[in-house]
């Protein structure tokens, strides 16, 4: 099995058929049934097969088996509702290329009707089916045990799964209950649930010892069930599977929680919002080991998933005054730690563990109180994640920064454009940080150092999301390969060069000192106007002014009147390749433009995307009158 893949479209369109009609996600169980699903029996099953194929060449089988017996309440049920993202959400975050996702069920072979109950291992919407034909028999045995053993079984001896067999790598087995398994598999159990012959009784942990050899194994025990926190069945589990047990303090993260167990032991895990990808292509271009060369301040706040999650709850809760997010929890952790500073988790907690788990714990406590369940995974995840962070990447202290300018050349490189400023952008559609010239020159400022302030800007003008864009033409077909419409960030725009904003930007930044101009090959193949004022209600102006510092009330009116505004432009400036044909021989002064612009010299001009394409003042070593060495830069975006 394990042929086809996964439609979020599909799943979307059964679920709003169901709705529609008032149909059951859970047909099989809710029409009576009171026996295992003919395609869930295990009787006479000689495998279920996860198999690589054309168009899954390298199968990764994950299985997820829960607990429907009567202690887990309401939980199979809601977990029925949540695994079918369970795929979509692998392929999503790139946690694996081909997952083949099998569910099961598992009750008490003493007693139950259905004790066992297994699907096929699927790569697409079939699952869903599966797990709307697991019988909710709800029984049990009442002992504090149920034939967790019988399921372990099974997965040990009646799969076949090519990751393990031609790759050597384990397959991923969930485990989700609330109580012990019985001590021993007993063969009569096997002949009548699973038929074949098993001689003698096995016991627990030589069992354990042969599907752990297949799988790599994890027990979750989950909120809502009745032995939620048990003491005695965590220490059961642990004893058997050592750190792979797993207390799921939230249903609604219960995806998340397999997804990112998945992406850990697959090395794929990214909650750095993209390191491991960007060494990854720094890598395939020829640049390696860009690990090696990074370092992270001791000292620098910690992005968690819980921010991440609570950041796109009150994104979404905004609805169509939605403010553009990237959906990476960078402004909530901002928010987080000016409300609690003592208590936000820094990049040194990484390598304490317990006390990053207590952070985590008061950290997802609070937001859950504020915002209700909003997912993120398991604190116990996290914290292995930000750990395995911690060993890969150096932590390094405040004097790490003067040690680095006594080496050699540096580049302070903004984060975003300053009209995203947190106190100067157009709020409310604008960031959490001070994206000025100003964070830098104060670290220079501490090493006793100063640096050139940089512009940087393209030769047309940018924004992704909503908020005040006074040129923006949608008539402008610019090829963008790397930016395009986002969930949280809203729609990529473009438009023309803005004199007004930019010299805002100039200006509440401290005047820059130099500019690099990029994209001028897109200048010289679109007709672009220069914008020298604004109009709006009979106001005419080619200056923005600075309100007070600090006063976001000033600003959110300097919004509202950008948003009714509307571009004074002056004659085009030409385009087009001059007839040379060489780097640079473009005709139309652009960089003389931005030069009257933003009133420094352009010392770097960009004509396209390679080191080939870029022309600059590599024999000058200090802008002329300025006094300031170019082996100190601040770089920051003039724009979005």
Partial sequence: MGSGRWSTDVYDAAARFRAATGASAFAYSDGGATRVHPALDPFGVTVRESRDSAEHPRSLAVAVLFDVTGSMGGVPRALQAKLPQLLGLLLRKGYAADPQVMFGAIGDATCDRAPLQVGQFESDNRMDDDLGRILLEGGGGGQKTESYELALFFMARHTAIDCYAKRGRRGYLFVIGDEMAYPQVKPAEVRDMIGGGLQASLPLPALINEVTAKWDTYYVLPAGASYAGDRQVLGFWRDLLGQNVIQLNDLDAVCETIALTVGLGEDAVNLDGGLAAEAGHLASAGVPGALDRLTV??????????HQAANRARETARGRDRHGSCGMGIGETARYALAWPGDAPRVADCAAPRMLARSLGRLRDRLYDELGPSGGPAVDLVCDAYRAFADRVPLVDG???????????????????????????????????????????????EAGETAVRLGVVRSYLTRHGPGPFVTEDPTLEIPEPHNGTGTWQGAFRTGHPDAVALRYAAEVAGGVDGVALTHLDVAARHQLRLCRAYQADGWLTSRIEPGPEHDLSWQERLTDRLLRSRPVYSDPVGGG?????????????????????????????SYGPTAAAKLGQQSVTALPGRGRSMSRLMASAMAW
């Avoid at 301040?297 to 819980?306: E, Q």
């Avoid at 302070?412 to 010239?437: I, K, M, N």
């Avoid at 473009?586 to 010392?603: C, I, S």
């Fill in 399 to 445: 004097g790490y920064l003067r040690r680095l300018l006594n080496a050699g050349p540096a580049v302070f490189e903004g984060a975003q454009g300053v009209l995203l400023d947190e106190w100067r952008g157009f709020h409310p559609y604008t960031t959490w940080s001070t994206t000025t010239f100003a964070n830098a020159e104060t670290l220079l400022a």
């Fill in 297 to 306: 301040d001791r000292d620098a706040l910690l992005v968690t998933p819980y």
């Fill in 577 to 605: 390749r001059a007839g040379g044909g060489r780097v640079g021989d473009w005709v139309g002064d652009w960089p003389g433009v931005f030069e009257d612009v933003l009133g420094a010299p352009v010392v770097l001009r």
